[in-house]
């Protein structure tokens, strides 16, 4: 093994910062609110009951909103998450019926498609989706997903190993670029389990005539062995396209879609250029038909991720029936039932050590036995300047921190000086040539027939993920239903 193992620290920011520590801004104005009319019922009153009711009521309400469950979240949301449920799951009904509106989380959007005049018959999807704050289409932003080849597939020398860790941050950090309009860039690896005669049926055809009969003996043998862990790895990448940004970048004027979807598909063009260089082969654009086929596959992997058949518009990749539960949700698919469950690697559960370039490897072939999933790798690509001002800010607020903590005499727990340490890192990081803001995101959807099935393949990916030096998965608890947006070829979920 060569020497000279390349290494990172991930991370960046081990915990959410704020001007008020472990309150949020909503607690915060929740709280001047009600001292706001706490003050008028005291003037309206004047009486020593409603002054003493009020510091209760203060008091009590800054222990709550501290309070926090065993895995460190906040008490007070998982109360309002579960009564929010309650209230809007009465009588089983389902969460969403397809219809002439999209599920509630995916949002407005339209399909356009677009093929340049040398190959008409491949025309390439654009999803274009509306500003929901400004409730405007020229404000919103466009997706773009394509298929490709992962790169470092099974075992590999150290360097080789490196050097492709090493293209993919200068992949990251090219198109964090303020020069490029595109602000986030998933990739997705769908794992699927390969019916055990399949696989046999393939390892038989690789022994060539003439093999001695001891040596494919064993090889039939090992074949009926990997048999029932045998799986199938297909990765996808999706662009997030700012209009604004595209439209300034080309000079564009009035809003014209044919022009957008020219000049995105020249962008598109210069990003595929640059993930082959950085070793993802491209394997096809994603035309309107495959797109909607993938997101029906997601929902009922009944249907083969490949096939077309029955698919016409988006709509038809989200035409099931959907019933929200705690720890799932279910999908009423087209032969069976089938239950999903999303998970993210929550600020605080980032592996803070130094680790390998293939440090999500187990979550992605270390699951065994074979498990149905989804593991979406987000990165939001911020430009340089941009993402100095963010860590200085960040850097700030930790110092501050930890001077008052150190006045107050208080232990520290390690959170604010690991919080400081990659602060100082990304400014420093942020000083080299071709180099970015990147801010990522895991999310990890497991799939199943039957719940119980499901609870068994979310044990196997918390086990694999901990082993990759994860502290811990967040499930989306009540919220898998919404979650499922987020591991969709549309680019959802992260903030920088």
């Avoid at 005291?42 to 895995?71: E, K, Y």
């Avoid at 498609?113 to 405007?136: C, F």
């Avoid at 058949?309 to 087209?334: A, H, M, P, Q, W």
Wanted: proline fraction near 5%; include cysteine.
């Amino acid at each position: 093994m060569s020497s000279d193992e390349r290494t990172y620290v991930l991370g960046g920011e081990f915990r959410k910062r704020s001007l008020f520590t472990g309150v949020s801004g909503r607690q915060v104005v929740a709280l001047g609110l009600f001292v706001v009319v706490w003050v008028l019922a005291l003037i309206a009153s004047r009486s020593l009951v409603v002054l003493v009711l009020g510091v209760v009521v203060i008091f009590a309400g800054v222990g709550i909103s501290r309070r926090r469950t065993q895995l460190g979240d906040s008490w007070l949301g998982s109360v309002g998450d579960r009564a929010a449920f309650t209230a809007s799951n009465r009588g089983g009904a389902p969460d969403y019926v397809p219809g002439e509106s999209l599920p509630r989380e995916v949002g407005e959007v339209r399909m356009l498609a677009y093929a340049p005049p040398s190959a008409p018959q491949a025309p390439m999807a654009i999803i274009h989706h509306r500003d929901h704050k400004r409730r405007a289409w020229a404000s919103g932003h466009l997706t773009v997903s394509f298929e490709i080849q992962g790169a470092g597939d099974g075992l590999l020398p150290v360097r080789q190993t490196n050097t492709a860790g090493l293209l993919f941050e200068r992949l990251l950090g090219g198109l964090a670029s303020a020069e490029i309009p595109v602000d986030q860039l998933d990739i997705a690896t769908r794992v699927l389990p390969v019916h055990p005669a399949a696989y046999q049926e393939h390892m038989s055809g690789l022994v060539v005539p003439g093999t001695p009969e001891r040596l494919r003996k064993s090889m039939d043998e090992l074949a009926s062995y990997a048999a029932g862990n045998a799986e199938e790895y297909r990765s996808f990448a999706t662009l997030r396209i700012p209009l604004p940004h595209l439209r300034a970048a080309a000079a564009m004027g009035p809003m014209d879609l044919e022009a957008i979807c020219e000049e995105t598909f020249g962008l598109v063009g210069e990003v595929v250029r640059r993930v082959d260089t950085a070793g993802y082969r491209l394997r096809a654009v994603l035309g309107p038909k495959r797109l909607a086929a993938l997101i029906r596959h997601m929902h009922d992997p009944d249907h083969p991720l490949d096939s077309l058949d029955g698919i016409d518009t988006l709509s038809d990749g989200f035409n099931f029936l959907r019933y929200k539960g705690r720890d799932s949700v279910r999908i009423e698919g087209t032969v069976r039932d089938w239950y999903h469950a999303v998970a993210h690697v929550p600020r605080d559960a980032w592996p803070a050590d130094v680790i390998g370039a293939r440090w999500m490897e187990n979550l992605v072939t270390q699951v065994s036995p074979a498990t149905i999933r989804t593991v979406v790798s987000q990165f939001r690509l911020v430009p340089k300047v941009r993402a100095r001002q963010i860590a200085r800010i960040g850097l700030t607020y930790d110092t501050a921190s930890s001077r008052s903590a150190k006045k107050k005499s208080q232990i520290s727990t390690g959170e604010t000086e690991a919080s400081m340490t990659a602060a100082r890192r990304t400014l420093n990081d942020l000083m080299r040539p071709v180099v970015g803001g990147v801010y990522p995101a895991v999310r990890v959807m497991v799939s199943a027939p039957d719940s119980r099935q499901l609870l068994a393949a979310r044990k196997l990916v918390t086990g694999a993920a901990e082993s990759g030096g994860v502290t811990r998965l967040g499930w989306e608890t009540y919220e898998h239903h919404k979650a499922l947006a987020t591991c969709l070829p549309l680019a959802r979920g992260v903030k920088a």
